[in-house]
């Protein structure tokens, strides 16, 4: 009885450190586990998904969000590199590296047997005053200064497997992020109105910024024109084949004059749909896709390549917030309002060939909204989407910019700063334990990182430390599961 009371104290005790340090060595795992794909010199990741899709990347939050986690403190991980790349776009690599360094820390003062609530409130003043110092060393950006907003985005890109392309994708991505807003008002960019459009064939060095729009796939017409010039652009939302009726039925025809009756009807039908569409001035028409029935029926594509009128069918819905806006249009969604007030105008749709896949190029769009397409190019899967990925970064590097006109050295370099001055700054403050020590990847050379031109947005830096301690003291608080 004795010796169960002894015990039973100890353990109750035990319990909230056992799964604190569970939670910690989770996290740190996570750290680990990505920790070599940061920077310049990062490795890159093989991810086989279930489905035998495979991914290779160094982007972190493409890592962590696709390799199956179990572990809740681990989970905690991988939602702050989304929660990262939500805010900045940027670092998703470094929050969870930081965070896990922060974690290791934590745990050396934690056997020492200090509060987990006094290193909590200790972080967070840490975290506080490295804002305030990366705040103190930025230098502001003007949105019209190219040449910094270029450096930026190559940053982000040299450490990707694209980066022997980055002197031609990142003044791709600057060009594409200030077409799209105004930047004397504009205080954050919506990267929806930067169409990211990812075509197989070629290599990375044959993406192009396109002002205007770009479709996927060919037009249906089978003898129907390949280009238009000083085109009438009509997007339609109502299909072009004969109706069907609310409830399944089976017609049964039993003698050829009723056959031909019927055929005689649906003709009819869709003449008068294309008679008024030609009657309005159209010559280019985008029909949504349709679950229901096909949204143009072979009939109908013959009648349209005969009053030479170019189809471009199957766009999908989520696309048509896109094109209403790159176009200056409306969706019309009955015949009745298919009028020459709602088309759209542009100086040339073509059908464009590239490799063994075409495409449908719109250009010279009259009254376009603020909007651009990228055509992304790749000779296999595999490099298409990180090219894809590492263009994204790029974009949201410049839209940190946009955001936070603020510019930092990159390469470690404020980090280190914040390092040596919180280690001055702890040596004045009483009462409160301040240990923070930031990792670093294995030293190259000492240089002028800002003379190397590596530079980085100071909002990825400063949402990376204030996102990092706040999950670290998150999994500091935490004594039962």
């Given at each position: 009885m004795q010796l169960e009371d002894s015990i039973r104290p100890t353990k109750i005790i035990s319990k909230p450190g056992d799964i604190r340090t569970s939670n910690i060595n989770a996290a740190k795992a996570v750290a680990s586990a990505i920790r070599t794909s940061l920077g310049p010199r990062g490795m890159d990741k093989m991810i086989q998904a279930s489905n035998g899709e495979v991914t290779i990347t160094?982007?972190?939050?493409?890592?962590?969000?696709?390799?199956?986690?179990?572990?809740?403190?681990?989970?905690?991980l991988v939602e702050l590199s989304k929660a990262q790349d939500i805010e900045a776009g940027d670092g998703t690599t470094s929050v969870v590296v930081v965070a896990g360094s922060l974690l290791e820390e934590a745990e050396k003062l934690l056997h020492r047997g200090i509060h987990p609530t006094i290193i909590s409130d200790a972080f967070r003043l840490a975290a506080d005053k490295a804002v305030e110092i990366l705040t103190e060393i930025s230098q502001p950006v003007e949105l019209t200064d190219k040449e910094s907003l270029v450096k930026?985005?190559?940053?982000?890109?040299?450490?990707?497997?694209?980066?022997?392309?980055?002197?031609?994708?990142?003044?791709?991505?600057?060009?594409?992020?200030?077409?799209?807003?105004?930047p004397v008002k504009d205080t954050n960019v919506d990267l929806k109105d930067i169409k990211v459009i990812r075509q197989l064939g070629g290599t990375v060095e044959d993406t192009e910024l396109i002002d205007g729009l770009v479709f996927t796939h060919k037009s249906a017409g089978v003898n129907g024109p390949r280009k238009v010039e000083k085109a009438k652009i009509g997007l339609i939302q109502f299909c072009i084949s004969p109706p069907k009726t609310d409830m399944d039925h089976n017609v049964v025809v039993s003698d050829y004059a009723a056959m031909d009756r019927v055929l005689k009807e649906e003709r009819s039908y869709i003449l008068n749909i294309i008679k008024q569409i030609k009657k309005s001035g159209c010559n280019v028409l985008l029909v949504q896709k349709s679950i229901l029935r096909d949204a143009v029926s072979d009939l109908a594509i013959h009648f349209l390549d005969k009053v030479k009128i170019m189809v471009?069918?199957?766009?999908?819905?989520?696309?048509?917030?896109?094109?209403?806006?790159?176009?200056?249009?409306?969706?019309?969604?009955?015949?009745?309002?298919?009028?020459?007030?709602?088309?759209?105008?542009?100086?040339?749709?073509?059908?464009?060939?590239?490799?063994?896949?075409?495409?449908?190029?719109?250009?010279?769009i009259q009254n376009p909204g603020r909007t651009v397409t990228?055509?992304?190019?790749?000779?296999?899967?595999?490099?298409?989407?990180?090219?894809?990925?590492?263009?994204?970064?790029?974009?949201?590097?410049?839209r940190c910019l946009v955001k936070q006109r603020a510019l930092i050295a990159g390469g470690g370099a404020p980090e280190t700063e914040v390092c040596l001055r919180l280690g001055q700054y702890a040596q004045t403050v009483t009462g409160v334990i301040l240990q923070i020590f930031l990792s670093s990847t294995q030293l190259g050379a000492i240089t002028n990182i800002l003379e190397e031109n590596v530079v980085q947005p100071l909002l990825v830096s400063i949402s990376a430390i204030t996102l990092a301690s706040e999950t670290v003291r998150s999994i500091l608080k935490i004594d039962d599961i």
């Open positions: 160094n982007d972190g939050a493409t890592i962590l969000n696709q390799i199956n986690v179990t572990h809740p403190a681990a989970k905690m930026s985005a190559s940053t982000a890109l040299n450490s990707k497997v694209v980066s022997q392309h980055s002197n031609m994708l990142a003044p791709l991505a600057v060009e594409a992020v200030l077409k799209v807003i105004d471009i069918k199957d766009i999908e819905r989520e696309d048509i917030e896109f094109i209403c806006k790159t176009l200056s249009c409306r969706p019309i969604a009955s015949l009745d309002h298919f009028l020459p007030d709602h088309l759209a105008s542009a100086d040339l749709v073509e059908e464009v060939q590239t490799g063994t896949s075409k495409f449908v190029k719109v250009t010279g990228v055509l992304v190019r790749g000779s296999n899967k595999l490099v298409l989407e990180e090219a894809a990925r590492s263009l994204h970064d790029a974009l949201c590097v410049i």
